[in-house]
């Protein structure tokens, strides 16, 4: 953890920022220790990553969350399924990322649910050779996530500013990001017009918000291929959740992606 991660965060308990006076103990590179922001709140840092989901879980909530801790290892093998019931080349999809971001000059990009780091494992294939001009920050809910994420990070050589935290209250400053990205997981959240309003809070103004997730497209779902793959997983019959696009959104579009089994929806502030 360094400044600049410092500078991109907020308390998630009081809204206040951060400051690099915040540090109260360990090295410069905060690989070990704590932070507290401007109101006094204090937070731990272990292994780089701070240590901000707020509220703390639900007895229901840890439970699911200690299922991600316990598969992350195995995740990137588990979802190679995906490869051959839909059709795709998942890897490859994951580089179609490269074609939302600014393609010059510095971005600032979040992946809320970060998970493994696959999206920014595929945004450094395609920019290996510029990739320090972005600034890429991503954050889970799962800490096996986020070491599977760092771990992925060091061997590619590039570097990932990774945060403990929910999407459900992001411990990020507004207006901050060029892009927020959200891939796999909205459908299943317990509030989803909080995650939106949340994700819409801390991109810039004419920044971008993506969000990716299981959902056929309408001429999909007329098929013998998409009646198979609905019945075999259910969430695959969801629709983009349009109605909760924060107010204020701008350029709202929605297009279907991975052989037109994922739905996407791009809007801006």
Same mark, same amino acid.
């Given at each position: $953890?360094?400044?600049?991660?410092? +500078?991109?965060?907020?308390?998630?308990?009081?809204?206040?920022?951060?400051?690099?006076?915040?540090?109260?103990?360990?090295?410069?590179?905060?690989?070990?220790? &704590? #932070?507290?922001?401007? +109101?006094?709140?204090?937070?731990?840092?272990?292994? *780089?990553?701070?240590?901000?989901?707020?509220? &703390?879980?639900?007895?229901?909530?840890?439970?699911?969350?200690?299922?991600?801790?316990?598969?992350?290892?195995?995740?990137?093998?588990? =979802?190679?399924?995906?490869?051959?019931?839909?059709?795709?080349?998942?890897?490859?999809?994951?580089?179609?990322?490269?074609?939302?971001?600014?393609?010059?000059?510095?971005? =600032?990009?979040?992946?809320?649910?970060?998970?493994?780091?696959?999206?920014?494992?595929?945004?450094?294939?395609?920019?290996?050779?510029?990739?320090?001009?972005?600034?890429?920050?991503?954050?889970?809910?799962?800490?096996?996530?986020?070491?599977?994420?760092?771990? +992925?990070?060091?061997?590619?050589?590039?570097?990932?500013?990774?945060?403990?935290?929910?999407?459900?209250?992001?411990?990020?400053?507004?207006?901050?990001?060029?892009?927020?990205?959200?891939?796999?997981? #909205?459908?299943?959240?317990?509030?989803?017009?909080?995650?939106?309003?949340?994700?819409?809070?801390? =991109?810039?103004?004419?920044?971008?918000?993506?969000?990716?997730?299981? *959902?056929?497209?309408?001429? $999909?779902? +007329?098929?013998?291929?998409?009646? &198979?793959?609905?019945? &075999?997983?259910?969430?695959?019959?969801?629709?983009?959740?349009?109605?909760?696009?924060?107010?204020?959104?701008?350029?709202?579009?929605?297009?279907?992606?991975?052989?037109?089994?994922?739905?996407? #929806?791009?809007?801006?502030?």
């Amino acid at each position: $953890m360094d400044a600049v991660h410092l +500078k991109a965060l907020r308390c998630p308990e009081c809204g206040k920022d951060f400051s690099p006076q915040g540090v109260l103990t360990g090295p410069e590179s905060l690989e070990e220790g &704590a #932070i507290v922001c401007q +109101k006094g709140h204090v937070w731990k840092v272990a292994s *780089g990553i701070p240590d901000l989901l707020h509220p &703390a879980l639900t007895a229901e909530d840890e439970k699911w969350v200690a299922e991600y801790d316990e598969m992350a290892p195995n995740y990137d093998e588990a =979802v190679k399924v995906y490869d051959q019931v839909l059709g795709i080349d998942l890897v490859e999809e994951r580089k179609s990322i490269a074609q939302i971001v600014p393609l010059e000059g510095p971005v =600032v990009i979040l992946d809320v649910s970060v998970g493994t780091g696959a999206n920014f494992d595929a945004l450094h294939m395609v920019y290996h050779k510029e990739i320090d001009r972005f600034q890429m920050h991503g954050l889970d809910v799962s800490t096996g996530m986020l070491a599977e994420s760092m771990k +992925k990070a060091v061997r590619g050589g590039y570097r990932v500013r990774l945060t403990h935290g929910s999407i459900f209250n992001l411990p990020y400053r507004k207006n901050f990001f060029d892009v927020v990205l959200h891939s796999g997981g #909205i459908n299943t959240f317990s509030d989803i017009p909080l995650a939106l309003r949340e994700m819409y809070r801390v =991109v810039k103004s004419r920044g971008t918000v993506v969000v990716i997730d299981e *959902g056929l497209s309408p001429a $999909m779902r +007329k098929t013998e291929q998409g009646q &198979a793959i609905m019945k &075999a997983n259910s969430l695959f019959s969801a629709r983009p959740p349009l109605e909760h696009i924060p107010e204020g959104a701008r350029d709202v579009e929605v297009s279907y992606v991975m052989n037109e089994t994922f739905y996407q #929806i791009l809007f801006s502030k």
